[in-house]
């Protein structure tokens, strides 16, 4: 390396090997600087896992020669993507390179131009102050040696109306933390499963009651960009929700205590678009000790139109190489989707497509995993190699490849259905995935296939509380409201604190004119689903009908925080300050249902009653 000191850097070349051009040395503050930033300081800032910052050109200059060797490597900047089109890429192009190895070689001239601005305030935050930080009310404790650990962390957040989201960042706080998946749980399924655990959270790769939000993706693995939902695209939080916080933690040979936080932006664009996710995977992983070429593959073809955003390939250390291919209808050959030549486990990401891709109605995606279980593999943690299978464990292994897609909500149920079936092909044991078939089959009016499929899953699991559920619900639909009953009762026999169970109980005892019985139905489903709207208008409503007034009005206030396009919690609430005597606030709950229903002649008549 030279590293000898030119003083003019528009004028200055680097020195070149005998027999090769010099490349001109770039200026700092023009081409250098955004260079660095752009692909360097995600994580090389304050608050982020690399041991340094990169924020300006004295941090560069005094570790230019270790810069110079990772680059030359292609150690860093690490982007494991060697083929497809994706936001925040952090990958050098060769001009790149070159340009910033010969800066380095030339002793990182700083020139003349101006200093980069300052990275944005708010305590290493990318994006500045978020509005809203979360913190992990607890400590969560890493032995120094050991097998590698998976807990999830529940966390209370505390809105007090619906929120939208339009960015997230997580703060691991500890080089413990591997990488990290973030879910909300609008129930209480995750704080159940805490509750039931002795240590800090509970263990697992199953995240309770917790779902990607509006289908987004949400995590935390090093160097990952914090980005602005585009209009329309945020997720929605709602009062009650916990976000749940699942951790890979592996021992860094002391012991350490792992309290992560999570900044949330809002926005008052209110969420227009969510996404369905698609999964593809294979658990037909056996890899015995010196394969090099173990392939896995998988395939979907779409029933319906859709468009790709995102998606987020996994594996685990015996995995070398991913590739992804999509075909359109009458395409005579595949499309690359994504590859990477060289995988690692410790640069895992999830990845959005720049721009997004639309994909027609029989697109075929397929995805092909090989895996290296011998000697070569320098990902190996077991030498000499062991056999390796499927499994949630890192020694296991893993192939999936999940997919955020746009898809309109007249095709939602054709894509859910179509999944389910793919799905169901690859386990056909898995007794949710049944009780998923029948619910869509139910959507259908095809009673008798869903009670099929109901009778599969209850083959493989007969002590589920959602099968009889879901049978209470195909009863409902056929206009069978005893043995639905009989279906709902058994529901809450395996689980007492099934919310929807309650819900649909107390609906069909309030239409019996069982008042009270539905009410205390409807408080165990406000109490098990807090952030259910309709569980807080159903039970408004019984106390309305009760006359409890006081009770109708706070839970109509409730389900229109939580749900504000809630037609009938709008009305209701209109009429329960009505009967409080509360006019002014009545009118306007009034008119706040008009707008969701211009001409409505039930809002018309209350509103000229209420008069001027």
């Given at each position: 390396m030279n590293t000898a000191r030119i003083g003019c850097a528009a004028l200055a070349l680097a020195v070149a090997a005998p027999g090769q051009e010099p490349h001109p040395v770039a200026d700092y503050a023009t081409?250098?600087?955004?260079?660095?930033?752009r692909a360097c300081a995600q994580c090389h800032r304050p608050g982020q896992p690399a041991p340094f910052a990169l924020a300006n050109h004295a941090d560069l200059a005094r570790r230019r020669a270790k810069i110079a060797d990772v680059v030359r490597e292609r150690t860093m900047p690490p982007w494991p993507i060697t083929h497809g089109d994706f936001a925040d890429a952090r990958a050098l192009a060769d001009g790149e390179r070159d340009a910033l190895l010969a800066w380095l070689d030339a002793g990182a001239p700083r020139g003349d131009g101006p200093?980069?601005?300052?990275?944005?305030?708010?305590?290493?935050?990318?994006l500045g102050a978020p509005d809203l930080v979360v913190r992990a009310p607890e400590a969560l404790p890493v032995p120094a040696a050991g097998d590698d650990v998976v807990r999830n962390l529940v966390l209370p957040v505390?809105?007090?109306?619906?929120?939208?989201?339009?960015a997230v960042e997580i703060r691991p706080g500890n080089r413990a933390v591997h990488h990290a998946v973030l879910a909300v749980d609008g129930g209480?399924?995750?704080?159940?499963?805490?509750?039931?655990?002795p240590g800090v959270g509970f263990g697992g790769m199953a995240m309770g009651g917790a779902a990607p939000p509006d289908g987004h993706f949400l995590g935390w693995t090093p160097g990952k960009t914090t980005r602005r939902a585009p209009k329309g695209d945020a997720w929605r939080l709602r009062p009650g929700d916990d976000l749940v916080l699942q951790l890979h933690?592996?021992?860094?040979?002391?012991?350490?205590?792992?309290?992560?936080?999570?900044?949330?932006?809002?926005?008052?664009?209110?969420?227009?678009?969510?996404?369905?996710l698609v999964a593809l995977f294979s658990e037909a992983i056996d890899i015995a000790p010196g394969v090099t070429d173990f392939t896995l593959r998988d395939v979907v073809t779409l029933p319906a139109p859709t468009t790709l955003h995102a998606l987020y390939p996994h594996a685990h250390r015996v995995c070398r190489r991913m590739r992804a291919t999509f075909q359109r209808p009458g395409d005579a050959t595949a499309a690359t989707l994504f590859a990477i030549d060289r995988w690692d486990f410790d640069w895992q990401d999830d990845y959005r497509l720049a721009p997004p891709l639309p994909l027609p109605a029989g697109t075929r995606i397929a995805f092909e995993y090989v895996y290296d279980n011998s000697e070569q593999n320098p990902s190996l943690t077991t030498r000499p190699p062991a056999r390796v299978v499927f499994g949630q464990r890192s020694a296991d292994e893993m192939g999936t490849l999940t997919l955020s897609l746009a898809v309109a909500d007249a095709d939602r149920r054709a894509l859910d259905l179509a999944m389910v079936e793919n799905d169901l092909a690859k386990?056909?044991?898995?007794?949710?995935?049944?009780?998923?078939?029948?619910?869509?089959?139910?959507?259908?009016?095809?009673?008798?296939?869903?009670?099929?499929?109901?009778?599969?899953?209850?083959?493989?699991?007969?002590g589920a509380a959602d099968i009889p559920f879901e049978l209470g619900l195909v009863h409902e639909q056929e206009g069978k409201p005893q043995e639905a009953q009989r279906c709902y009762e058994a529901t809450l026999q395996l689980d007492p604190a099934h919310g929807l169970a309650h819900l649909q109980l107390g609906a069909l005892l309030g239409r019996a004119g069982k008042g009270d019985e539905a009410r205390r139905h409807f408080e165990q489903a406000v109490a098990a689903l807090p952030n259910?709207?309709?569980?807080?208008?159903?039970?408004a409503t019984a106390n309305l009908q009760l006359g409890r007034l006081a009770e109708a009005r706070m839970h109509y206030e409730r389900a229109v925080a939580l749900q504000p396009d809630h037609f009938g919690a709008?009305?209701?609430?209109?009429?329960?300050?009505?009967?409080?005597?509360?006019?002014?606030p009545a009118r306007a709950a009034l008119q706040r249902a008009q707008q969701l229903r211009p001409g409505d002649a039930a809002v018309q008549r209350e509103l000229d009653a209420l008069g001027r």
């Open positions: 081409t250098i600087g955004p260079l660095v930033r200093e980069l601005p300052p990275l944005p305030a708010g305590d290493g935050w990318q505390g809105v007090d109306r619906l929120r939208f989201v339009a209480r399924a995750s704080r159940q499963r805490d509750a039931e655990d933690l592996v021992p860094t040979g002391k012991d350490e205590r792992v309290q992560p936080e999570i900044g949330l932006w809002f926005t008052d664009e209110p969420t227009t678009r969510s996404f369905a386990v056909p044991r898995a007794w949710n995935l049944w009780v998923k078939k029948a619910r869509h089959l139910r959507e259908r009016g095809d009673f008798a296939g869903a009670r099929t499929a109901l009778m599969r899953a209850v083959d493989v699991s007969p259910a709207a309709s569980a807080h208008h159903n039970l709008w009305i209701n609430l209109g009429r329960t300050l009505v009967a409080l005597g509360e006019r002014e």
